[in-house]
């Protein structure tokens, strides 16, 4: 039990630290060649609107390869972020009901 929870925050962390990684990236990117779809991204990494953004996939509608390039591992992470928290959770919730020992 203890594992699987340690396993699902360490996927939740990695996946902080590889969003906190990329999205400095996306956002230059953005800025310098698709300042009409900056607004997008919000002003800070942890805005709400960045985050769907990256959960969504936003970005492969773009035709700049560059841009799909940087922002795949963005996606990637967002998407361990919610897996990772997801699944902590519940083991927590079900350690905490008395379901699991």
Do not use: E, N
């Amino acid at each position: 039990m203890l594992f699987l929870l340690l396993l699902a925050l360490g996927i939740a962390i990695f996946g902080l630290t590889a969003y906190l990684m990329s999205w400095p990236l996306v956002a230059t990117q953005m800025r310098d060649h698709h300042a009409q779809d900056r607004p997008l991204l919000g002003k800070t990494p942890f805005s709400p609107s960045a985050f769907v953004w990256f959960l969504r996939l936003a970005w492969r509608g773009s035709p700049d390869q560059a841009l799909r390039f940087l922002a795949m591992p963005g996606s990637v992470a967002a998407w361990s972020i919610a897996v990772g928290g997801a699944c902590a959770l519940v083991l927590l919730l079900l350690r905490i009901s008395g379901v699991l020992r």
